[in-house]
């Protein structure tokens, strides 16, 4: 089945930067999106920011200006640019790829375990 790996998380000063990275492993699997969701202690997890192959890229409004999400040219693996950190980005990041297997007609979304970030000073 799809498996969904991210990395990158880590401990940065506010104002500082961190890349995230997600790596899908399929052979037969089409990725039609990869996007990420956080969710902070207390709070309900929330999208972050999304690539949709057929829809473009979809980001949360407190965001916007400050991370970018990307694909490779395989379309398999997706990054999180996060720039001018806050304390309240503080979360741990979850990615996702929404795949199809057209070959068995399968569609469906696979998780990764998530990376934890945090702004401190």
């Known amino acids: 089945q799809v498996q969904v790996v991210e990395s990158g998380g880590g401990l940065v000063q506010p104002g500082g930067s961190l890349r995230l990275s997600c790596a899908v492993s399929r052979s037969r699997f089409t990725i039609n999106a990869m996007g990420w969701y956080r969710q902070a202690p207390g709070k309900q997890r929330e999208l972050v920011a999304e690539?949709?192959?057929?829809?473009?890229?979809n980001y949360a409004n407190n965001v916007k200006g400050r991370f970018t999400i990307s694909r490779d040219s395989a379309r398999n693996t997706a990054y999180l640019q996060m720039n001018s950190l806050k304390p309240e980005d503080t979360a741990v990041y979850f990615c996702y790829a929404a795949y199809s297997d057209y070959v068995a007609s399968v569609e469906g979304r696979s998780w990764g375990q998530g990376t934890q970030v945090t702004v401190s000073s």
């Open positions: 690539n949709i192959n057929a829809g473009g890229t």
